[in-house]
């Protein structure tokens, strides 16, 4: 079974998270909400910039899950306007994996968001059944409610001040028993402006709470660079 989809409303997917954007960040811990949807995530990027981002799909059962597979998702500055937003090329995997290249005009949010997002709705409708319209609403929800912690990461060998922003959106939905089990999906961003683009890494677990199986399932997209999260507090 495929789990993972090409094309279609991925960016759409971004603009509908975007309408939950909070206030201006406050002097402690930000907000999920304004790390995500109000920060200015290419202002550390100029023309001609490339990032590199590493994805990896681990399923515990590929019988059941779909097979496991890793590639690579490219992020290109092709222009800088002068109110400072991008023009940018986006180019998810690889191969004969290979979406079609999107290019996007006067960008400010880093569009790999929009990739995990649109992955991680349709991984859970897949898993859990649904309709994609409510996930979505109950995904974009999430993020006013997820824990915010402050952390270090290393990138190129350097340790760097960090944000972990985590949630479990389906966790006490009204819908939660109809989840076949996979309501205690876990989404982990890692933020940090100390990195090319500020995404660090974007994480979902799904792991099945029914025995005895124990399917997990993991979707990962790591930027190129980063080394040992497994060990991040």
Not at 181 to 207: F, Q
Request: a neutral charge; proline letters at 4%; zero cysteines.
């Amino acid at each position: 079974m495929r789990f993972y989809r090409s094309g279609g409303a991925l960016f759409a997917v971004a603009l509908a998270l975007g309408s939950v954007s909070a206030s201006a960040v406050a002097a402690e811990t930000p907000k999920a909400t304004d790390l995500i949807f109000e920060s200015k995530h290419l202002d550390n990027l100029g023309a001609g910039s490339e990032v590199k981002y590493n994805f990896e799909r681990k399923p515990t059962d590929p019988k059941v899950l779909g097979v496991g597979f890793t590639d690579d998702i490219t992020l290109k500055v092709a222009d800088e306007k002068d109110d400072g937003r991008k023009d940018l090329e986006l180019q998810i995997y690889t191969g004969e994996r290979a979406r079609d290249l999107q290019k996007l005009e006067k960008f400010s949010i880093n569009p790999v968001f929009a990739v995990y997002f649109s992955q991680a709705v349709s991984t859970f409708s897949q898993l859990a059944g649904g309709q994609v319209n409510y996930l979505q609403r109950a995904f974009s929800d999430g993020w006013l409610k997820a824990k915010v912690d402050p952390i270090k990461v290393n990138y190129k060998g350097k340790e760097v001040e960090a944000y972990r922003i985590s949630m479990t959106p389906f966790v006490g939905d009204k819908s939660e028993a109809k989840m076949q089990g996979w309501e205690g999906a876990k989404y982990d961003v890692i933020v940090s402006d100390a990195v090319p683009g500020d995404i660090v890494d974007l994480l979902a677990t799904y792991h099945n709470r029914y025995p005895p199986a124990k399917l997990r399932l993991t979707e990962r997209i790591t930027l190129d660079g980063v080394t040992g999260l497994e060990g991040v507090q």
